[in-house]
């Protein structure tokens, strides 16, 4: 059964940064994209970035361009959001997920806590 354990969110003030790692066990991880997601509270859950099985393709949101980046380390079967020059509104709820081979996400990591203060 695959888990997945998001790490790395905490409080940062406005300008900071933070780095977010998701790991996963059982599944075989390079196979499948993963993806960031994020919920501000009382909104649907929004997409921000994903990557795939080998790392070379990223897409992101466009509101986050240029200041976060994805990456993936599949000997660490981690997948991770590096977040630069951060704003009041990623303030969040961070998901990391897998990709199925229907195209679709299909596990769901706990979330972490994303807050930034101005």
């Known amino acids: 059964q695959v888990q997945l354990v998001e790490s790395g969110g905490g409080l940062v003030q406005a300008g900071g940064a933070l780095r977010l790692s998701c790991t996963a066990s059982?599944?075989?991880?390079?196979?499948?994209?993963m993806g960031w997601f994020r919920q501000h509270p009382g909104k649907e859950r929004e997409f921000v970035a994903d990557?795939?099985?080998?790392?070379?393709?990223?897409y992101y949101l466009d509101s986050v361009k240029g200041r976060f980046t994805i990456s993936r380390d599949n000997a660490k079967n981690t997948v991770y959001l590096q977040m630069n020059s951060l704003k009041s509104e990623d303030t969040a709820v961070y998901y990391c997920?897998?990709?199925?081979?229907?195209?679709?996400?299909?596990?769901w990591g706990q979330g972490t806590q994303v807050t930034v203060s101005s």
């Open positions: 997920a897998i990709k199925n081979s229907y195209g679709k996400f299909d596990v």
């Open positions: 059982g599944r075989t991880f390079s196979y499948y994209n």
């Open positions: 990557i795939s099985g080998s790392g070379t393709s990223t």
